[in-house]
């Protein structure tokens, strides 16, 4: 498995949560993604999607077995996947449209984004070799 590969995958993981929450969000001033879904992307929620995205950052330049977090971050994007999912099917996109293009765009490609890095994070897991491990003596 290449490690570059890996790194500059988590890497852009980690820009697409700050970058993306910080761009659509207008820094948090948006309130239309607010509105469209209180619970999930309330700006507490789009607070810890940037706090997610420091970990992939912080993730990226560490030099051991990614396994085990790569499986955690795997799930989080599923949870992610799925409550948009649920949003989708129960809300009118064309009417976040109507209220703001940013929050239309935001809601049209969030899914999409993190079921790509669900995937990417479940290949890590699941192509990943254990780090040798030498007992001290």
């Known amino acids: 498995m290449n490690s ?14 700050i970058g993306g929450v910080l761009f659509f969000s207008r820094v ?8 469209a879904d209180p619970v999930v992307m309330s700006n507490f929620g789009l607070l810890m999607i940037v ?19 790569a499986a955690a971050f795997a799930i989080e994007k599923l949870v992610y996947v799925v409550a948009w999912g649920l949003w989708m099917s129960n809300h009118s996109l064309g ?13 049209s490609i969030y899914g999409l984004n993190d079921l790509a890095f669900m995937l990417f ?17």
Request: aromatic share 16%; no cysteine.
């Open 4 to 17: 570059n590969l890996i790194r500059n995958g988590f890497i852009a993981a980690a820009l697409m949560n």
């Open 28 to 35: 948090f001033t948006n309130d239309a993604i607010n509105q």
């Open 51 to 69: 706090v997610w995205g420091l970990a992939y950052l912080g993730a990226a330049f560490i030099k051991a077995d990614l396994r085990g977090l």
């Open 95 to 107: 009417l976040v449209y109507e209220q703001d293009l940013f929050a239309g765009i935001f809601y």
């Open 121 to 137: 994070f479940a290949w890590v897991f699941m192509t990943g070799k254990p780090v040798e491990r030498h007992e001290p003596r």
